[in-house]
């Protein structure tokens, strides 16, 4: 069975920076794009970033280009989203998943999830 977990959120005024990992067990993750999603309240659960198998190719939705950046580490089977610049708007609960070999943009590509982890950004 392949599981999820993620790490590192918390509270972080404006203009600050948090480090989100996500290690994957159970199954080598390092033939799969890995993508970050994020949920705010009384919203969808929207694109934030992907990385293929390798890291040599990565994705990002446009409201966090330039200040986030998806990066793994295939050894530790882990990935991680380093978010800068963190706005209000980035207030979400941060989900990792893997990617099932098509759509990495919609969830509908994304077979297996973490649990998440609450990020919060005061102004």
């Known amino acids: 069975q392949v599981q999820l977990v993620e790490s590192g959120g918390g509270l972080v005024q404006a203009g600050g920076s948090l480090r989100l990992s996500c290690v994957v067990s159970?199954?080598?993750?390092?033939?799969?794009?890995m993508g970050w999603f994020r949920q705010a309240p009384g919203k969808e659960r929207e694109f934030v970033a992907a990385?293929?198998?390798?890291?040599?190719?990565?994705y990002y939705a446009d409201p966090v280009k330039g200040r986030f950046t998806i990066s793994r580490d295939n050894v530790k089977s882990t990935v991680y989203l380093q978010m800068n610049s963190l706005k209000p708007e980035d207030t979400a609960v941060y989900y990792c998943?893997?990617?099932?070999?098509?759509?990495?943009?919609?969830?509908?590509?994304?077979?297996?999830w973490g649990q998440g982890t609450q990020v919060r950004v005061s102004s």
């Open positions: 998943a893997r990617n099932r070999g098509s759509d990495y943009v919609n969830r509908i590509g994304y077979d297996y």
């Open positions: 159970g199954r080598t993750v390092s033939v799969y794009t």
């Open positions: 990385i293929n198998w390798s890291g040599s190719i990565t």
